[in-house]
């Protein structure tokens, strides 16, 4: 793992790692509508026509994943600024943001972000500039150095998701706000590029993927994809003392975003993706 000092400009060492310089304002915690940074791509939350270009835009998520990719991070970043206000000015941690499409984004909008991804091979071939190799378990990061955490479907590739949570509110500043979103196993989703066949099973989802492409699929269950599921991560959120939950909700479901996620067993399935907004309590 590099320092952060070595990889990333505008940071100072402390400690022999780093602390972020970023705003420290809170700003409202309910949600508003969605400003649509960009008039091609301006969205009101929850809406049809949002849900209809995100799917459609999942479907070539192989084929053309730039497009795919700058949607998704530019609507992540309005559900951000839902939430929270302008991220313009502020410190803003991307945990495990792949290629940098959210990073991108939220320094587009003025934001001090910054991008810190564990697998070298998901940064591309065109990372950006001081993306830092890190494990979400271990940031290299200061206590409350973040005014935003952000992590998009990262929480079904760990082991330990409290853990990582920990990890998540650790970095944040009191009263900042922590993104997280996962697609949960029992959503359509789960299996990700072997779904919806891991319905009837990890195994034989995986080997119908290798028939059908020829070449082996780039998740395996218990490795680096993980049965997660919404009911029990909602306990153990809740449970938790240093953060609260501000919502629970399907991020892409174009109605009812928070009714769906409050109806056990139905959820499991029809919540497709699980976004929890939450709040940095005082230590």
Not at 76 to 104: H, K, S
Not at 130 to 143: E, N, Q, T
Not at 191 to 209: K, M, Q, T, V
Request: aromatic share 10%.
């Amino acid at each position: 793992m590099r320092r952060v000092g070595e990889a990333v400009s505008g940071l100072r060492v402390v400690r022999g790692w780093s602390r972020l310089r970023g705003g420290s304002r809170i700003s409202d915690t309910a949600p508003r509508p969605y400003r649509g940074a960009r008039p091609d791509r301006s969205f009101k939350d929850p809406s049809f026509r949002r849900s209809l270009a995100l799917f459609r835009a999942f479907r070539h998520e192989q084929d053309d994943p730039e497009t795919c990719y700058e949607l998704l991070a530019c609507d992540a970043a309005d559900q951000v600024e839902a939430y929270d206000g302008p991220v313009d000015g502020r410190t803003v941690v991307d945990v495990g943001g792949g290629g940098g499409y959210f990073t991108a984004e939220f320094r587009r909008r003025g934001a001090q972000a910054y991008l810190f991804e564990p697998d070298v091979q998901e940064l591309g071939e065109k990372p950006p500039d001081g993306a830092v190799i890190a494990d979400g378990y271990l940031l290299p990061l200061s206590d409350g150095v973040a005014d935003v955490t952000f992590s998009s479907n990262v929480l079904e590739h760990v082991a330990d998701p409290q853990t990582f949570l920990s990890e998540l509110a650790r970095v944040t500043r009191p009263g900042g706000l922590i993104y997280v979103s996962f697609t949960n196993w029992l959503s359509p989703w789960g299996g990700h590029e072997w779904a919806p066949w891991h319905y009837f099973g990890a195994e034989r989802a995986r080997a119908r993927y290798r028939r059908r492409t020829g070449k082996p699929a780039k998740h395996t269950l218990g490795e680096n994809l993980f049965a997660v599921h919404i009911g029990a991560t909602l306990r153990q959120v809740r449970a938790r003392d240093d953060v609260t939950v501000v919502s629970a909700r399907s991020r892409y479901w174009p109605f009812l975003a928070e009714t769906v996620v409050k109806a056990p067993g139905i959820r499991e399935v029809a919540t497709w993706n699980l976004l929890l907004i939450l709040r940095r309590c005082p230590p």
